[in-house]
T-cell receptor, first 111, second 112 residues
Framework: GENVEQHPSTLSVQEGDSAVIKCTYS??????FPWYKQELGKRPQLIID?????GEKKDQRIAVTLNKTAKHFSLHITETQPEDSAVYFC??????????FGAGTRLAVHP | DSGVTQTPKHLITATGQRVTLRCSPR?????VYWYQQSLDQGLQFLIQ???????AKGNILERFSAQQFPDLHSELNLSSLELGDSALYFC???????????FGPGTRLTVL
């Protein structure tokens, strides 16, 4: 079945360092990969996404890379700030646009 | 604010009861999705509607049902509630089945 694995489950960095979160998907037909940031008790917010015809996409301090052959995609956050602390979810689009989410990565950025 | 609204924000009920959660999509969005997020868990896809028709089902229990009305708002009905149904229930919407999904603020359901 459709599955998305996400690593690591927790990540602790110092302010200013970079953070990388990696995901692997199983459905080779997936062609859309969004990343959501969720603060405690709040809704998931779309922060960046990438489609399968693109290998990399960048938005200020956030970038996402996609390796379709290996079925891997990653989120890169540079110059991390305390307000980046949250749970980050990757997802892969399954049939009919349903999103299959990874288990989440709890990122803590320490001042 | 994503433009997706959900009511109520919180719901506390007892085992065996039935509740209805409501979602209004962003203006212009035809597709609505329901997700369940249990404590410290990821987001589990439940069901999707597009312009009033069911399009996809995930791991939705038989005790749960949903529908999308002509005005495009959607309701998720949960019956014979169990303690394990306590969770955050999110609704998301998108323009069509190809576009990004935007999430509502969620309904926190507590079953006592």
């Amino acid at each position: 079945g459709e599955n998305v694995e996400q690593h690591p489950s927790t990540l602790s960095v110092q302010e200013g360092d970079s953070a990388v979160i990696k995901c692997t998907y199983s459905d080779s037909a997936s062609n859309y990969f969004p990343w959501y940031k969720q603060e405690l008790g709040k809704r998931p917010q779309l922060i960046i996404d990438i489609r399968s015809n693109v290998g990399e996409k960048k938005d200020q301090r956030i970038a996402v890379t996609l390796n379709k052959t290996a079925k891997h995609f990653s989120l890169h956050i540079t110059e991390t700030q305390p307000e980046d602390s949250a749970v980050y979810f990757c997802a892969a689009k399954g049939g009919y646009n349903k999103l299959i989410f990874g288990a989440g990565t709890r990122l803590a950025v320490h001042p | 604010d994503s433009g997706v609204t959900q009511t109520p924000k919180h719901l506390i009920t007892a085992t065996g009861q039935r509740v209805t959660l409501r979602c209004s999509p962003r203006s212009g969005d035809l597709s609505v999705y329901w997700y369940q997020q249990s404590l410290d868990q990821g987001l589990q896809f439940l069901i999707q509607y597009y312009n009033g028709e069911e399009r996809a089902k995930g791991n939705i229990l038989e005790r749960f049902s949903a529908q999308q009305f002509p005005d495009l708002h959607s309701e998720l009905n949960l019956s014979s509630l169990e303690l394990g149904d306590s969770a955050l229930y999110f609704c998301a919407s998108s323009v069509n089945v190809y576009n990004e999904q935007f999430f509502g603020p969620g309904t926190r359901l507590t079953v006592l």
